[in-house]
């Protein structure tokens, strides 16, 4: 168990809907990062917080967004879906003051049909 | 950009065969290397690390090494074990302001007993 909890295991939904994405770091961990994972792209960043704050900005759409709650939750929306959207999205939180590690969450699977 | 190359899956053992997954890199900077392992179903689990050139990264039986000078990162294993079927993630960040990792595409491994 690597300590970082994202919910709900598996999304389905239709096009056009928009959905939301939480996930929780590990207990301590101020950075959070929130990956893609798709057959034809792979494992690709979408964006970074850090205590709150946007740090870094990857291949992320336009329809996609995210926050960093003070509790340092996160949540990733995703709006406007097209069946292209779906994928395994990871989130993954870090102290950066450690080595850099990220740990991962098992994942939410988010299918639209 | 920073981008990892890492050998085409998918690869079949017998159990106690040898393994090498070849990673190579391309970086700006001094990058910290990666693997990491997925299981079926599962989230991304930290496999081993090294953090600067010749630095040897080891866990769990695999070790890799970090040269510099051929920017690779190859993933070995002296003898695998059917609980080793996995894919295997060779990644890299090149720290700075933010830590993302750049994956490559993964590498299946099946082991048959």
């Known amino acids: 168990d690597s300590g970082v909890t994202q919910t709900p295991k598996h999304l389905i939904t239709a096009t056009g809907q928009r959905v939301t994405l939480r996930c929780s770091p ?12 798709s057959l034809d792209q792979g494992l690709q960043f979408l964006i970074q917080y850090y205590n709150g704050e946007e740090r870094a900005k990857g291949n992320i759409l336009e329809r996609f967004s995210a926050q960093q709650f003070p509790d340092l939750h996160s949540e990733l929306n995703l709006s406007s879906l097209e069946l292209g959207d779906s994928a395994l999205y990871f989130c993954a939180s870090s102290d950066t003051g450690l080595g850099n590690i990220q740990y991962f969450g098992a994942g939410t699977r988010l299918s639209v049909l | 950009g920073d981008s990892v190359t890492q050998m085409e899956g998918p690869v079949t053992l017998s159990e106690e065969a040898f393994l090498t997954i070849n990673c190579t890199y ?37 070790e890799a090494t970090y040269r510099k000078e051929t920017t690779s990162f190859h993933l070995e294993k ?11 993630f060779c990644a890299l960040n090149s720290g700075g302001s933010n830590y993302k990792l750049t994956f490559g595409k993964g590498t299946l491994l099946t082991v048959n007993p």
Do not use: C, H, I, M
């Not at chain 1, 590990?26 to 990956?35: A, F, I, K, P």
């Not at chain 2, 900077?29 to 990264?57: C, H, I, M, N, R």
């Open chain 1, 26 to 37: 590990r207990s301590g961990d101020l950075s959070v990062y929130w990956y893609q994972q």
């Open chain 2, 26 to 62: 391309t970086a700006t900077g001094y990058p910290s290397l990666f693997w990491y392992v997925q299981y079926p179903g599962e989230g991304l689990q930290l496999l081993l690390k090294a953090t600067k050139a010749d630095d040897k990264g080891s866990n769990k039986g695999f």
């Open chain 2, 78 to 88: 002296g003898s695998v074990q059917v609980s080793d079927s996995a894919v295997y």
